[in-house]
């Protein structure tokens, strides 16, 4: 799999990256443009479900030019391509030639896609620039913590990893992380001297706990932690940060290859203008700046299976502050986590970005807020090292303070939160969403 990543298109791409990131923005709003005509003809001469969209709208490629021209084109949902795939698949490169995934995202729902190999190898350098920023290479000595279960669910005793001497990788199991083997890990980890981590941040979040009880084999040094798939939330980087002594470099992406941002070295969530092309809308409008919308995104890397003005189901709010990196790109002030991680009242408001309610409480090892109902949800908290039981009260009451008295909160004890099937850790799950997106998707 690394000689597809890395190889091919992949280093002429990443130097012609690393040149593009210092340019104008006139530059890059060329490249934005020139890269739109090419895909748009692209997609409507080869793909069914473009043409067919052309044809109802009374457009031709023409008539987009530009981001704002997308505006004509109808959103695709998820349930869109998983309904049919097929319709979305270009006819100019033949089946054989290209890399199938299944993803199931948070949701459990598979989503088939087909990619190039270009599109892969262009993909990963991207992943190359960000880890510039950051201050490392992707040759360089890694650590990996993420969804794949590769040890026994019951293995009592080590090794939790595996050591990937190809592409110079630890990786190790997020899913045997806890107070008795925590020592083990960070053995390993000081062992193996790792350049960099890669990980969710729940899995790195769950080991730096442990960090104080286990200061003596906690001697990790790093030069810098890289997180990705999951919402970053504060109170997690700061711990991180504290224990493995680096900083932490967030990085947001999709499966679909419709999006991509990364924090610089100032530390700014900078989205990519050459990877696709990104819209935050509230309802039938673009958002304003420091207002949350549901990003939708055009990706420009894959032709085998085009995505234009895809609804990836996160919500994202635009930043207006000018970074001092020295990038003429776009930030984000936040990607506020999947839609589907808001609470819904039953006034209809949508609250999100619940994360500052565990601020200072090091006592609680992991909590997860789900909404059952529009007027009853359950707050699942794991106890951890030097808990109070007025903690458990004073999640429940910042809650009450941002949701109302409306709902109905139920705060339960459990020794363990369960993830998705990929191994991620929510922190907000809203069954209520989850329905209403049913209702809503066609044939429903």
């Not at 207006?320 to 589907?340: H, I, Q, T, W, Y």
Request: hydrophobic content about 40%; charged content about 25%; glycine content about 8%.
């Amino acid at each position: 799999m690394r000689a597809m990543r890395f190889s091919g298109a992949h280093r002429a791409i990443l130097q012609e990256l690393m040149q593009s990131q210092y340019a104008t923005s006139h530059e890059l709003k060329a490249i934005q443009q020139n890269r739109l005509v090419s895909l748009i003809r692209h997609a409507y001469a080869t793909v069914p479900f473009y043409r067919e969209a052309f044809k109802k709208r009374g457009l031709t490629p023409d008539n987009i030019r530009s981001a704002e021209d997308l505006l004509k084109l109808p959103v695709v949902t998820k349930g869109d391509v998983r309904a049919d795939p097929e319709r979305f698949l270009s006819s100019a490169f033949p089946r054989k030639t290209l890399k199938s995934i299944n993803t199931s995202g948070t949701t459990g729902t598979p989503l088939r896609l087909w990619f190039t190999r270009k599109a892969i190898q262009a993909n990963y350098a991207f992943f190359a620039r960000t880890l510039s920023w950051a201050g490392v290479g992707a040759a360089d000595r890694s650590a990996t913590f993420a969804g794949r279960v590769f040890i026994p669910p019951g293995q009592i005793g080590p090794p939790y990893w595996r050591h990937n001497l190809f592409n110079n990788n630890l990786l190790m199991s997020s899913y045997h992380i806890s107070e008795a083997t925590a020592p083990l890990y960070f053995k390993k980890l000081k062992e193996f001297a790792p350049v960099f981590i890669f990980s969710y941040p729940s899995s790195i979040f769950a080991l730096a706990q442990y960090g104080g009880s286990y200061a003596q084999f906690c001697q990790v040094r790093p030069r810098a932690i890289v997180t990705s798939s999951e919402t970053l939330l504060e109170h997690q980087r700061v711990a991180i940060e504290g224990v493995f002594g680096c900083r932490v470099f967030d990085q947001y992406a999709s499966a679909e290859m419709v999006v991509f941002a990364a924090q610089c070295e100032q530390g700014a969530l900078h989205l990519f203008p050459e990877f696709g092309i990104t819209e935050i809308l509230n309802g039938d409008r673009a958002s304003k700046v420091g207002e949350p919308g549901e990003l939708i995104c055009t990706g420009f890397l894959n032709w085998a299976m085009p995505l234009i003005r895809y609804e990836i189901g996160d919500a994202g709010i635009w930043s207006e502050e000018v970074c001092s990196c020295g990038r003429n790109f776009p930030s984000l002030k936040a990607v506020v986590g999947r839609m589907d991680d808001a609470i819904i009242t039953p006034e209809g408001r949508q609250v999100g970005r619940l994360d500052p309610i565990f601020k200072g409480m090091s006592g609680i090892k992991e909590t997860q807020i789900v909404q059952e109902a529009l007027d009853r949800l359950t707050v699942k908290m794991v106890k951890g090292k030097g808990y109070q039981e007025k903690m458990g009260q004073e999640v429940v009451d910042q809650l009450r303070k941002r949701i109302g008295e409306a709902i109905k909160i139920e705060l339960i004890y459990v020794d363990h939160i369960e993830r998705s099937s990929t191994g991620k850790f929510r922190s907000v799950v809203s069954c209520v969403r989850n329905r209403q997106r049913r209702d809503q998707s066609p044939g429903s």
